[in-house]
């Protein structure tokens, strides 16, 4: 018994391991060929409007409701020192680090990941991306880079639009609850966030956005075994894109908290 746990932990690091050095090879890969051979710009236009414009609505409710949440919940903890009127302050400030960039990338990575993942996978098993390099076309030029270029581009100012309606949304839900007004959080919020705060987060969406499109783009391009396959790869782009953000989330903070 302690054999065989041993023999699979064995397998999953090995398995682990390999995996991480394709997804870094695919990486490499794609920055070198959008520096060599960058896309049209109408492929990358495209691709901005069906990752970035179309998530729009989910990232904005995620982002009004998760501030509403954490307002009532700093609100109630706060209260309890006498200090109720510093929630706008702890609110945006966690915002603009932590949850705007982090939820907004969960979000993204399971909407969009998935679907390049799947629309890579099809083509993938229907010999399509075969056919593109049987006219001489180059695939990541054609269908990898102006997907990471557009989850690279478009992550940060969801992240920003996330962040601003956050802060409405947090102020809206203190005021009715007849704490403070809305424009007295709204004014500690402003008076909180510092450019350092913002930078931090939206320097965190960058990686985020590209890692996200590189994973998915690497998992699609790769299916093997048909629809089955592609279901396999779409599962397995949501759930590595999320592991991926919150792991980099805990390692980036702790290189700017070091940095600043």
Request: contains cysteine; hydrophobic residues 50%; positive net charge.
């Amino acid at each position: 018994m302690i054999e065989s746990g041993i023999v699979w932990t064995g397998a999953g690091v090995r398995q682990a391991i390999e995996r991480l050095g394709q997804t870094s090879s695919f990486a490499a890969h794609t920055i070198y060929v959008a520096f060599r051979h960058p896309p049209s710009l109408s492929s990358v236009v495209q691709q901005i409007d069906a990752i970035g414009i179309r998530s729009m609505s989910i990232v904005i409710l995620t982002a009004v409701f998760s501030s509403m949440v954490i307002t009532l919940q700093f609100g109630e903890q706060l209260a309890r020192f006498g200090a109720r009127e510093w929630t706008g302050n702890v609110v945006a400030v966690s915002l603009a680090r932590e949850m705007a960039p982090v939820m907004t990338a969960l979000m993204v990575g399971g909407r969009v990941g998935a679907g390049i993942a799947a629309e890579l996978g099809s083509m993938a098993v229907t010999d399509q991306i075969d056919a593109v390099r049987a006219l001489g076309a180059d695939p990541f030029r054609k269908l990898v880079v102006p997907r990471v270029i557009a989850t690279t581009f478009t992550l940060p100012l969801l992240s920003t639009i996330a962040l601003a309606l956050g802060v409405c949304g947090g102020a809206l839900i203190h005021a009715a609850d007849g704490y403070a007004t809305a424009s007295h959080f709204y004014n500690a919020a402003l008076r909180s966030v510092t450019l350092d705060d913002y930078l931090s987060g939206l320097t965190k969406t960058v990686f985020f956005g590209f890692s996200i499109g590189v994973i998915a783009c690497q998992r699609g391009m790769h299916t093997r075994g048909g629809t089955l396959g592609v279901g396999r790869a779409t599962t397995e782009t949501v759930v590595t894109t999320s592991v991926v953000t919150l792991v980099s989330d805990f390692f980036l903070t702790r290189l700017f908290m070091s940095i600043g």
